[in-house]
């Protein structure tokens, strides 16, 4: 039973691998594309040239075969631009079918790791690295430039396959055919290309990250090995270097002197100035890139002393330090306005026409073409030479934190980046930011101009704080004259500071009138009324028609306290302690009272009245005892005593009227004072009886009633 159940499993399983076989070699037969025919192209025809390279490449054969057919029964007007686009395909097709190799790229074999490493290789490393980052960088770019020729590839494609759709049957649709194969050809190149390009960006940025990793192992495993020997030939290389380092700056001034000489008559004198200009642009370079390497083998020396114990001088190495940080910075400034210039001075040599030069003409845009070539060199060599030093500076800084400590190193560490901070900031300081005419403004002079400005501002407060203090103490009344005083030593304190600031910067204050001149026409237009309250103030502060502390009245009916006066507007302080802006043109131009210009008293009137028939002495000595009890009223200056006048017959009451000086207090509160003396003739009045009357009017009655005679007969009958 079992051998049988055996047998026929595995005569069902045999069967369904046959069948299987034979249902996927089915699937094949359909998958496989039909021939490709230019007047039957789909959208999804180009799959025709997909799959193994042995059957695309057949099937390319089969499809030129056929499409030389195509062109040749082509008619004679179209003839010549079909036979043009099947040899545009024919070497699209060879092209993509070239780009079809499955073939791995090689990598790039990283440098063996070692146990330790010395100063030289840990800069071969970083050269390494560098050139890997430069290939990385440079992949990049063709793959960003390839995709911008796919995308242009992919436009003509889909414009090639729209004219296809619409072109008529014929000669027309074979010729729309071939035009729609080549773009969508090139479109397939392109596609692979950038694919293979990707590839080998990503290739590249992993070896640049894998040697950049080698670089920092490098550097953390330096041989501490060297001998007195080392340190000889190092300190033979510093005084090299230094040599080297002055000689270019004297190459350097010879160049600038060169520079100088301009003769631009004739074409040769014109190309030998920009051969002295590219010069110059070179030994600037030399300057820099001498400097580096000076740098580079005093790193080296430190290093060397540190690592042999000598008791190196720590001051001087700080310095040094600090020198290395701020040439770290600054050296790679100007290397990209140089690799422009020199750029720009390669290009224009090479796409100089020479067919109708002499020879010195040839001669001189040979020796531009070769000084340009030259500076380019020299920057690539300044950007690794800078490199290789901060590479050595970090070996130094490591070696001092092992030599004296990390605390040590750390502090020394962070004393230099202060140090660097401070000097950088000084560098910007220097950088000029505009220019006022000829005259470059930096950082610098405008911090020096805040400075000024603000020392000027302190020392105005200082001196108005100093004078509102003594103006507080002082009795004699001679307040306004120390507000005067002390606005006006502002305004010039004021006016000095900005003359003396935009003198420090080199401003020709000679041009002001040019300034003056604007100004007018400024304040023709905008600025008048500005102006004219700035001038009104002053002349207010002048004439003291108006002063601090003074009641005034202006014909709006503001009334108020003078609060300060300022340089365009003077503040009003209300009886109810509102402050309100006046500009300062309204108290020139319109008219204004002033309660407390000549003195600090003035004389209010009180007017009231009482009943016919009341003694006026009585109502006299009753008002004049009022009027003394009300704390405003001066009573002891002679010929400013309270009085009582009779003034008038009214219809209902005699009328007087109460006259009394009142103190500044009183001056300054009209409404209240006026309340205060009313309140106190009231009380007073009823003390002594006096009656203050009701209005009365007598009504005299002419018609509507008998006469008296007849009236009194009516009564008696």
């Not at 695309?56 to 040749?72: C, H, Q, S």
């Not at 072109?167 to 194969?181: E, M």
């Not at 080296?300 to 720590?314: F, I, S, V």
């Not at 009104?536 to 003078?562: A, C, N």
């Amino acid at each position: 039973m079992n051998t049988t159940v055996r047998t026929i499993c595995l005569a069902f399983l045999l069967g369904s691998v046959l069948f299987a076989g034979a249902r996927a070699q089915e699937n094949e037969a359909d998958d496989a594309p039909p021939s490709l025919e230019l007047t039957k192209i789909e959208a999804g025809s180009w799959s025709y040239f997909e799959g193994p390279r042995d059957e695309v490449e057949a099937r390319i054969n089969d499809f030129l075969a056929a499409a030389e057919r195509k062109v040749a029964d082509l008619d004679a007007a179209n003839l010549e631009t079909g036979q043009s686009l099947l040899a545009a395909v024919r070497d699209n097709l060879s092209a993509y079918l070239a780009l079809r190799s499955d073939d791995e790229l090689e990598l790039q074999a990283l440098p063996q790791p070692q146990i330790s490493y010395s100063l030289d290789d840990l800069l071969r490393l970083a050269a390494v690295a560098r050139d890997a980052q430069k290939g990385a960088v440079a992949e990049q770019l063709e793959v960003e430039r390839e995709q911008r020729v796919l995308g242009g590839a992919t436009r003509r494609r889909d414009q090639a396959f729209k004219d296809y759709v619409d072109a008529a049957p014929g000669d027309a649709k074979v010729i729309a055919g071939l035009r729609l194969i080549q773009t969508r050809s090139a479109q397939a190149i392109s596609t692979r290309r950038l694919r293979l390009l990707t590839q080998s960006q990503a290739r590249a940025a992993d070896y640049a990250d894998a040697t950049a990793e080698r670089v920092i192992l490098a550097g953390e495993n330096l041989a501490t090995t060297p001998d007195e020997a080392d340190l000889e030939r190092i300190l033979d290389a510093v005084v090299e270097n230094a040599e080297a380092a002055e000689e270019a700056r004297k190459t350097l001034r010879t160049a600038e002197l060169e520079a100088t000489e301009l003769d631009l008559d004739t074409p040769n004198g014109r190309s030998q100035q920009r051969l002295f200009q590219q010069q110059l642009i070179d030994a600037q370079v030399g300057v820099a890139l001498a400097d580096v390497n000076l740098a580079k083998t005093q790193a080296r020396r430190w290093w060397t002393e540190l690592q042999l114990d000598t008791d190196p001088n720590m001051d001087e190495l700080q310095d040094q330090a600090l020198v290395w940080s701020q040439l770290i910075r600054t050296a790679p400034l100007n290397l990209p306005d140089w690799q422009q210039d020199s750029q720009a001075e390669l290009l224009s040599v090479q796409t100089m026409d020479r067919s109708g030069m002499n020879r010195a003409s040839r001669r001189l845009l040979d020796e531009r073409l070769a000084a340009a070539q030259a500076t380019l060199a020299d920057i690539a060599g300044v950007e690794d030479a800078v490199a290789d030093l901060e590479l050595l500076a970090a070996a130094v800084d490591a070696a001092v934190a092992e030599s004296s400590g990390a605390f040590s190193s750390w502090l020394q560490s962070a004393s230099r980046q202060v140090q660097s901070v401070y000097n950088r900031a000084v560098g910007l300081a220097d950088v000029t930011l505009f220019h006022i005419g000829d005259t470059p403004v930096t950082g610098r002079d405008i911090f020096r101009m805040l400075v000024i400005l603000l020392v000027a501002y302190l020392l105005s407060r200082g001196i108005r704080y100093a004078l509102r203090r003594f103006s507080e103490k002082d009795t004699t009344g001679n307040q306004a004259t120390l507000y005067t005083l002390s606005r006006l030593t502002h305004y010039a304190i004021i006016i000095i500071a900005i003359v003396v600031a935009l003198s420090s910067i080199g401003l020709d204050l000679s041009k002001l009138a040019l300034v003056a001149g604007a100004l007018s026409v400024g304040i023709g237009f905008g600025l008048q009324s500005i102006v004219s309250n700035f001038v009104s103030g002053l002349i207010i502060l002048f004439e003291h028609t108006l002063r601090v502390g003074d009641y005034i009245e202006l014909d709006t009916g503001l009334t108020g306290t003078v609060k300060a006066i300022n340089v365009r507007s003077t503040l009003i302080n209300t009886n109810d302690n509102i402050d309100i802006v006046v500009p300062n043109s309204e108290f020139v131009t319109a008219r204004l009272t002033n309660w407390t210009l000549g003195e600090r008293v003035l004389r209010v009137r009180i007017p009231f009245g009482v009943a016919y028939g009341s003694d006026k002495d009585l109502v006299k000595q009753a008002a004049i005892e009022a009027a003394e009890e009300v704390a405003y009223t001066l009573t002891h200056i002679k010929r400013r005593r309270p009085d009582v006048w009779l003034v008038d017959f009214g219809d209902s009451s005699l009328n007087f009227l109460l006259t009394v000086w009142v103190n500044r207090e009183g001056a300054r509160r009209p409404t209240r004072t006026r309340a205060a003396y009313l309140w106190a003739l009231e009380t007073k009045l009823t003390e002594y009886g006096i009656e203050i009357p009701f209005p009365q009017r007598d009504l005299n009655l002419r018609s509507g009633f008998p006469p008296p005679a007849v009236a009194a007969e009516s009564t008696e009958d």
